[in-house]
T-cell receptor, first 114, second 117 residues
Framework: KQEVTQIPAALSVPEGENLVLNCSFT??????LQWFRQDPGKGLTSLLL?????REQTSGRLNASLDKSSGRSTLYIAASQPGDSATYLC?????????????FGSGTQLTVLP | GAVVSQHPSWVICKSGTSVKIECRSL??????MFWYRQFPKQSLMLMAT?????????EQGVEKDKFLINHASLTLSTLTVTSAHPEDSSFYIC?????????????FGPGTRLTVL
């Protein structure tokens, strides 16, 4: 059974810092990996999706990397802003069937202090 | 595009009552919808996979008779929590896969906060 772990559980940084969020998964046979953002009491916003054949994806100040063989992914946030404060979730998609089921990590709660 | 809505956004009910939550894909057709549950400070846990016109597939440990799922059309799936109890209080989130596109992207709804008194 796939297990996804995110470290740290919570992180607080001053505005402007670059930071890295970590995600690890136990079964490397994944289809893709996604990073999501969740604001308190809200749904999920997809940030980046990395296919299993890719090593990284970039969007603006965000860069996500994937090392499938070691079961790790990182989300790099450059020049953090208070508006980046949220919980960041990573999720891996399994190969099973046509409906790719997502297994989520428990998230990293990020606070960017002004 | 690819907007998913949920209704209601929050609901408070008495123990023993049933609550229906709707998940709609507003601008696309979804052959598959997923229902997740999220307890405070925890991650999303998949409850069931709902395919249009067929029975839902439930994850291990999820009672299908308690959490009734109906995916009657390509734009609507409903989750009914029957005889709700306080331990069912949670944040319920649905997601939808777009029909016809060779993509595995799931579009998530904004969630429904259920509080059972």
């Amino acid at each position: 059974k796939q297990e996804v772990t995110q470290i740290p559980a919570a992180l607080s940084v001053p505005e402007g810092e670059n930071l890295v969020l970590n995600c690890s998964f136990t079964d490397s046979a994944i289809y893709n990996l996604q990073w999501f953002r969740q604001d308190p009491g809200k749904g999920l916003t997809s940030l980046l999706l990395i296919q299993s054949s890719q090593r990284e994806q970039t969007s603006g100040r965000l860069n996500a990397s994937l090392d499938k063989s070691s079961g790790r992914s990182t989300l790099y946030i450059a020049a953090s802003q208070p508006g980046d404060s949220a919980t960041y979730l990573c999720a891996v998609a399994a190969f099973s069937g046509s409906a790719r089921q997502l297994t989520f990590g428990s998230g990293t709660q990020l606070t960017v202090l002004p | 595009g690819a907007v998913v809505s949920q209704h209601p956004s929050w609901v408070i009910c008495k123990s023993g009552t049933s609550v229906k939550i709707e998940c709609r894909s507003l601008d696309f057709q979804a052959t598959t919808m997923f229902w997740y549950r999220q307890f405070p400070k925890q991650s999303l846990m998949l409850m069931a996979t709902s395919n249009e016109g067929s029975k839902a597939t439930y994850e291990q440990g999820v009672e299908k008779d308690k959490f009734l799922i109906n995916h009657a059309s390509l734009t609507l799936s409903t989750l009914t929590v029957t005889s709700a109890h306080p331990e069912d209080s949670s944040f319920y989130i649905c997601s939808a896969k777009r029909q016809g596109l060779n993509t595995d992207t799931q579009y998530f709804g904004p969630g429904t906060r259920l509080t059972v008194l």
